[in-house]
């Protein structure tokens, strides 16, 4: 008998978190695709694993596309591996940990990931690993802690799962979609009027410098699937107050191929 922690989902979250805890602890990754899959070297691990092997810590590392859906699918892994804690790392709508906390016994913690995902690795080390939850079982909390310490990361508790779960849209994924999505308008106005997109910006730089207020940012179209998928997780009210950040990078992608086309 001995403890495993299981990452489900071995996608760049995922992976990059089995990469980061294989270090201290054995860990497992699952997925769907068996390609994606790291299962241990040991009998142990076999399809009904469980009752041979403690799982510690289960990872959700899942992507996040429906909030019924994500907690259906989370519950039914629980039930199978049956953990002494779980972790959500998803980006996950607001409200999910706390409605997933309800009907499972197991202590539930969402803690958000950053980083951009060329160095993924690199950023997921240094960022503090902010975390929270509803549960308030000292025990099983402090396995994540020591857990989560054990291997490297810098914690800091939030208040609740609701608070951290719009800090990760509002405060990351959107906040940057809007610093770009300025960034875009400013260079169509630029333009418009036949004005150099990178000399006007010069007139920020000692304030941003002074100040730190005045970002330049590229002004290219917002692709990946982070910050326009991350604007469908936002509740409806506020999603109406930043869908112009897609509609403006739609219209700037067309824009920019009109220019070079001219």
Not at 72 to 85: A, G
Not at 129 to 149: C, E, H, L, V, Y
Not at 252 to 259: P, R, S
Request: glycine content about 6%; aromatic content about 12%.
């Amino acid at each position: 008998m001995r403890d495993l922690d299981v990452v489900i989902g071995g996608g760049q979250v995922g992976s990059t978190v089995y990469e980061i805890l294989k270090r201290v602890i054995p860990v497992a990754i699952v997925d769907l695709d068996k390609e994606k899959q790291k299962l241990p070297d040991t009998k142990e691990f076999v399809s009904k694993f469980r009752k041979k092997v403690e799982i510690r810590m289960l990872h959700i590392c899942i992507p996040f596309t429906d909030q019924d859906k994500f907690i259906e699918t989370v519950s039914q892994y629980i039930k199978d591996y049956d953990p002494q804690v779980v972790v959500i790392h998803s980006t996950v709508q607001r409200g999910t940990t706390a409605k997933l906390s309800k009907d499972i016994s197991v202590p539930i913690i969402y803690s958000a990931t950053r980083g951009v995902h060329a160095r993924f690795m690199e950023d997921m080390e240094y960022y503090t690993k902010f975390w929270a939850s509803t549960s308030t079982d000292r025990k099983t909390i402090n396995i994540f802690r020591q857990g989560m310490a054990d291997v490297g990361f810098k914690l800091k508790q939030m208040s609740t799962p609701d608070t951290l779960e719009l800090a990760k849209l509002l405060t990351d994924t959107t906040y940057y979609g809007v610093l770009i999505s300025y960034a875009q308008k400013t260079k169509v106005i630029c333009d418009q009027h036949g004005i150099d997109y990178d000399e006007m910006w010069q007139f920020a730089e000692e304030g941003h410098s002074k100040l730190g207020n005045r970002p330049k940012m590229f002004p290219g179209f917002i692709g990946g699937h982070c910050v326009i998928p991350n604007l469908y997780l936002l509740d409806d009210d506020v999603y109406d107050k930043f869908k112009y950040i897609e509609e403006h990078n739609n219209f700037y992608k067309e824009w920019m191929e009109k220019q070079k086309d001219d």
